[in-house]
């Protein structure tokens, strides 16, 4: 079965720190972008950063830039993400996907294959 499962995040004060992480079965991550989406209240779901598995480049929409770090070990076919300096902003439900990803100038996507996590809530008090 195609699939990703994410395990991580929880709740956190302000400053803190969390980590998500997703691993693929069924499929691995050769050549296709991988990354994190998330939905935040009142918005709709929004690219996090993203990894082109064709060349490794990462890119990140602006409000992760410089917090959140996007990894991933394609023999593992995991990826992660860790979030520091967390605001109640980023409060929402963080979603890994496979074959799709949006964030800053990048666009990707593999007419094989998409895949997402079942999601992840996040909850950042003041």
């Known amino acids: 079965e195609v699939q990703l499962v994410q395990s991580g995040g929880g709740s956190v004060q302000a400053g803190g720190s969390l980590r998500l992480s997703c691993a693929a079965s069924g499929f691995s991550f050769d050549d296709v972008a991988i990354g994190w989406f998330r939905q935040v209240p009142g918005k709709e779901r929004e690219g996090v950063a993203c990894?082109?598995?064709?060349?490794?480049?990462?890119y990140h929409e602006d409000f992760a830039r410089g917090r959140f770090f996007i990894s991933s070990d394609n023999v593992k076919n995991t990826m992660a993400l860790q979030m520091n300096s967390l605001t109640p902003d980023d409060t929402g439900v963080y979603y890994c996907v496979a074959g799709f990803c949006r964030a800053g100038i990048y666009y990707g996507r593999d007419s094989r294959l998409e895949v997402w996590g079942a999601g992840s809530p996040v909850t950042v008090s003041s």
């Open positions: 990894i082109n598995s064709r060349d490794g480049s990462i």
